[in-house]
């Protein structure tokens, strides 16, 4: 029954980390390739964005990268918490005065941004199972030389 428990969360765990990885990417895909990254700081500055082009070059990278490390499975926790640190930043300086709905008239609410930090907790302390790169790298480090 535990391997059973264990598999079923490694394979909830993955398709987490997919769908957010694959969520992420396209963001970072979008500031970094489609927008470019002059475009994107300069969206950044017009929204009141802080030091926009240090933070879209942040934003980017974070979602991009992080977006690619979601899906393999590579360096969790670190990746959990520089998402979470660029989606407090996008609810603070770009959705909070716009509500909490995505769908508000006036402009996308917080509801998504939040529902991804959640996202990012949640698979950034999970066990990962055997699809992450995460496991078979720390396996390697854990096991005892000889």
Do not use: C
């Not at 535990?2 to 769908?19: D, F, H, M, P, Y």
């Not at 670190?78 to 709905?101: K, P, R, S």
């Not at 402009?107 to 949640?122: D, Q, R, S, V």
């Amino acid at each position: 029954m535990t391997a059973q428990l264990e598999r079923g969360q490694g394979l909830a765990s993955t398709i987490a980390r997919v769908i957010l990885g694959g969520i992420f990417f396209a963001h970072g895909w979008q500031k970094v390739v489609t927008n470019g990254m002059d475009a994107t700081a300069k969206a950044f500055d017009g929204m009141g964005v802080p030091v926009p082009t240090l933070s879209a070059w942040f934003a980017g990278l974070v979602e991009l990268v992080g977006g690619a490390a979601l899906i393999i499975g590579l360096a969790m926790p670190i990746v959990a918490v520089l998402g979470i640190v660029d989606m407090l930043g996008a609810i603070i300086f770009v959705h909070w005065d716009n509500g909490f709905f995505a769908s508000n008239p006036g402009g996308g609410g917080y509801e998504l941004p939040l529902a991804l930090i959640a996202g990012l907790i949640a698979v950034g302390i999970a066990s990962h199972g055997s699809l992450a790169a995460d496991t078979h790298l720390l396996k390697s480090r854990r096991s005892p030389t000889p």
